[in-house]
């Protein structure tokens, strides 16, 4: 009789300090576009979608406001005006282009416009319209949508491939 | 138990002490590893060792400390303690994606996350120090933390006047307008138009009793051949705005009686000179002269079509006016003429212009439209009506009041409802046990609730009233954010001072330029003082900006150079003297204050000035990257070839000083020209003159928000 009462004292006891140890309640899969602030359509590949960052996402926003009428094959508005220009100005997501130039050379660039980095006077200097993060928020977006994928410089692509 | 016995002390209850001691013992150890095990205490632990693996370890460090970290703001309720695992949320040299979460650096945003907590944008439980506690819905506390797809509706709820950097958020309060949401339901920060849906009061003198039947049952014109609705996706991404409810066969007999016997305020029949009609009834270019005529007067610009070109089938044309596709096969051709010729008789707070028309023209239009614009299939899947009856009417009359068409259409006789639908001025701050959920199966929050009730009403009320919308997806979540930023107001007077109210934005001219801005509805596409639409130019400075004499020619005969343009200014067919009118009321009183037209006097430009001037548009600056003059040139900005016929001097100048001090959102980007500079580009585009008028483009407004929006 005792030893019962005594198994069950131990019982509760541990019973109890067992409760504490509820396991926290199971994270809900989140979705992977509802984690996204904005998200962009892949330009060379409809059917795919990049998911964008805050600053990329002002970044874009930026983009189809003052770029995207020379760097864009389409425009809002139609027709984009990138087929009148020599030199042809580069596709906002030509990584093949854009990916070598760092981050300061395009900072540089659209701070300052094309002639004063050698480049084409046909691109005019945003330094006094845009400030210096909206700038730096379109080079994020630039990034973003790059095909091929941008690499940040320092951290080589893995050599081995993804599964 | 004997007596003798008591107070003794066997072995046996000295080994149950023994157990239950070191039982007790056992319990105790085990709180202090609970709390060494902490969830939070493992991410302080792991973020240590993480900054001591980085190059900037000692500036990490010397910021770390391993308590509860928090940011308490009283007056706004706010006690968060999220920074106690996101410890790296200010550290900019954390701001890398590679860097692992929960410790990246918060993105740079024009608020300093210190003097504001998160809470107040991200939602979600701030005192809470475990992770499923701090950011979902847990039986304890119910605000999830908001979905970061959905967070400007965090800057919505202090910013009620709209932000460029929300593009999202301010779309879905302009599709919250558009679809006349207000009709039904209270909505914070979004007025009762004047007119929500058509006046109904004559509508039995427009359509046919089997024609409502269709758009009752069915409200879209253009169905494809396998029956699927196609208005969506065409090139205007514009839904109708009329939404579909739910009716019974009955319902749609009971509606269709009562609104076709609907005669109120008849238009008063207008009959065309019958020398006209004889003329040209029997002229085969009849037909194809009338659509030259809906053509040339630019009717695509607010109204579409559906054109078929290579086997893909597209809406071409604005989408301020219904689409027209079919029109000829709805409307009485006796009501068409009358109304072309005065619409706001027949629909008042109409946004159609009233034209002016001769006779010849009334005639070709009409007979174009009612010839061409038709579909002898549209009214094929209808029964047959019989004339209305009474009961029917009657029947018909309760109905039109209970399902709330008084809410969006004034009819004689029944005056709309106040509070039709559910208050959602404050639906973004209700918690989860306050919404019904109904039997559908979704995730128990705000944002699952919202998205379901939008998409599909009765999935969570069987018994709802609300009709059917059908929506693009961008459209979909731009709604979602606006209502969740509706809050209510503001629970603490801290939040309160908070509020950033919408400006309110009203023009309201006097005389008789007030009659022909209300007869050629100039605000539908213009802008004045903020007021107005966006598809066409702001003209809150146009007597700034152009030449009164350019205005009035523009006025009568409205060009364009850009080929590639859909949507143009109507020819509007005006008279010399209400062009005159107009251009003398904007040449007066819509004025810049920063543009003096006395500080520039153009007699002063020289040729030398204006060689210099070209040879620096063309060599320096190479502006025909963007605009046009002659035949080449870029087509971003407007054609110059008659800049100097259109433009005044005076806002050249200050144009080129600074774009943005006067169109703040302009794309022009601000040069840094030197005073000699400038005058030399103005000189040189004084000297451009030629017959044709350049016009700024209509379309890259409009288009611009929409890109924002759906992110093309």
Not at chain 1, 39 to 60: H, I, M, N
Not at chain 2, 77 to 85: A, F, I
Not at chain 2, 90 to 119: E, K, M
Not at chain 2, 489 to 506: E, F, G, H, I, M
């Amino acid at each position: 009789m005792k030893r019962r009462n005594l198994l069950f004292t131990v019982g509760l006891i541990a019973l109890v300090s067992l409760s504490g140890c509820r396991k926290p309640a199971a994270a809900a899969k989140a979705d992977p576009l509802l984690a996204a602030y904005d998200s962009e359509p892949d330009w060379s590949d409809a059917t795919k979608s990049v998911s964008l960052r805050y600053q990329e996402a002002q970044g874009k926003r930026v983009f189809y406001q003052y770029c995207v009428w020379c760097h864009a094959d389409a425009t809002p508005a139609g027709p984009s005006n990138r087929s009148n220009l020599t030199p042809v100005p580069p596709l906002l997501n030509d990584g093949a282009t854009l990916n070598s130039e760092s981050d300061e050379f395009m900072q540089n660039i659209i701070t300052l416009g094309g002639s004063a980095m050698g480049k084409s006077a046909m691109m005019p200097p945003y330094g006094r319209t845009l400030s210096a993060e909206e700038i730096r928020s379109v080079i994020a977006f630039t990034r973003a949508i790059a095909q091929p994928p941008f690499q940040p410089p320092g951290r080589p692509g893995s050599q081995y491939s993804v599964k | 138990m004997p007596a003798e016995e008591m107070g003794k002390v066997t072995d046996r209850m000295r080994f149950a002490f023994a157990v239950s001691s070191l039982i007790f013992l056992a319990v105790l150890a085990i709180s202090p590893f609970k709390d060494y095990r902490r969830e939070w205490k493992q991410y302080k632990r792991t973020y240590l060792r993480f900054a001591q693996g980085r190059p900037d370890t000692k500036r990490l460090t010397a910021d770390y400390s391993p308590d509860i970290d928090q940011i308490w703001i009283p007056g706004m309720n706010v006690v968060d303690r999220c920074t106690t695992c996101h410890q790296g949320i200010t550290q900019a040299s954390l701001a890398d994606s590679s860097v692992p979460q929960p410790f990246r650096a918060h993105p740079p945003i024009p608020h300093n996350v210190r003097d504001w907590g998160c809470t107040i944008c991200h939602r979600g439980q701030g005192p809470a120090t475990a992770v499923a506690e701090a950011h979902e819905s847990t039986l304890a506390w119910e605000q999830p933390a908001l979905p970061t797809h959905f967070i400007q509706a965090s800057c919505g709820t202090c910013h009620q006047s709209d932000l460029p950097q929300t593009p999202q958020l301010v779309k879905g309060r302009q599709v919250l307008a558009e679809l006349n949401c207000v009709g039904c339901h209270k909505l914070q920060g979004i007025e009762r138009p004047a007119m929500l849906g058509p006046d109904l009061s004559s509508i039995g003198t427009k359509v046919s009793r089997e024609w409502v039947y269709k758009w009752l049952k069915e409200p879209r014109t253009i169905v494809d051949k396998d029956g699927n609705v196609t208005v969506n996706g065409y090139e205007t991404e514009e839904e109708p705005r009329m939404p579909k409810f739910r009716l019974s066969e009955t319902e749609l007999r009971a509606l269709t009686a009562y609104l076709s016997v609907q005669n109120a305020k008849p238009l008063a029949p207008y009959r065309i000179s019958s020398a006209v009609v004889a003329s040209w009834s029997k002229n085969p270019e009849l037909i194809s002269q009338g659509e030259l005529r809906f053509r040339q007067m630019f009717c695509s610009t607010c109204h579409s079509l559906a054109v078929t070109r290579a086997g893909e089938t597209k809406l071409i044309g604005g989408d301020i006016g219904p689409e027209l596709t079919k029109v000829g096969s709805k409307v009485n051709p006796d009501w068409l003429v009358a109304w072309l010729r005065d619409p706001e008789a027949y629909l008042p707070h109409t946004r159609m212009p009233k034209y002016g028309w001769s006779d010849e023209d009334l005639y070709k239009v009409t007979q174009y439209i009612t010839t061409k614009l038709v579909d002898p299939d549209l009214l094929n899947d209808v029964p047959k009506l019989d004339p209305p009856t009474d009961a029917e009417i009657q029947l018909g009359r309760r109905l039109f009041a209970e399902k709330g068409c008084a809410s969006c259409h004034a009819i004689e006789g029944i005056s709309p409802q106040k509070d039709f639908g559910p208050d959602l001025s404050a639906l973004g701050a209700k918690n989860a046990s306050e919404l019904e959920f109904g039997t559908a199966k979704i995730a128990h929050n705000l944002v699952s609730y919202i998205q379901a009730k939008l998409q599909d009403p009765v999935s969570v009320n069987p018994a709802a009233r609300m009709p059917q919308y059908s929506w693009e997806p961008g459209d979909l979540d731009a709604v979602i954010t606006a209502l969740l930023s509706m809050k209510g107001a503001p629970a603490t007077s801290a939040l309160q001072n908070l509020v950033v109210p919408r400006k309110d934005a009203s023009f309201r001219p006097t005389g008789s330029f007030a009659e022909l801005y209300e007869r050629y509805k100039c605000y539908t596409c213009h802008k004045f003082n903020g007021y107005g639409g966006d598809l066409a130019p702001d003209l809150t400075y146009e007597g700034s900006r152009v030449q009164r004499q350019w205005l009035i020619e523009f006025l009568k005969n409205p060009q364009t150079l850009r080929p590639t343009l859909i949507l143009r200014m109507p020819q509007l067919n005006m008279s010399e003297k209400d062009a005159a009118i107009l251009a003398d009321y904007l040449s007066m009183v819509m004025q810049h204050p920063a543009v003096n037209p006395a500080a520039i006097d153009s007699k002063q430009f020289t040729p030398a000035m204006a060689t210099l001037g070209k040879q620096l548009y063309e060599v320096k600056y190479q502006c025909q990257s963007c605009h046009t003059i002659g035949a080449s040139g870029g087509y971003v900005g407007p054609n110059l070839n008659n800049a100097g016929g259109w433009l005044t001097p005076a806002w050249m100048e200050a144009w080129l000083k600074n774009p943005q001090a006067l169109v703040a959102d302009t794309i022009e980007p601000r040069r840094n020209f030197t005073d000699q500079e400038i005058q030399a580009l103005t000189a040189y585009l004084m000297t451009l003159r030629a017959g044709l008028k350049p016009q700024k483009t209509a379309s890259i407004s409009g288009a611009r928000l929409l890109a924002q929006g759906a992110g093309r």
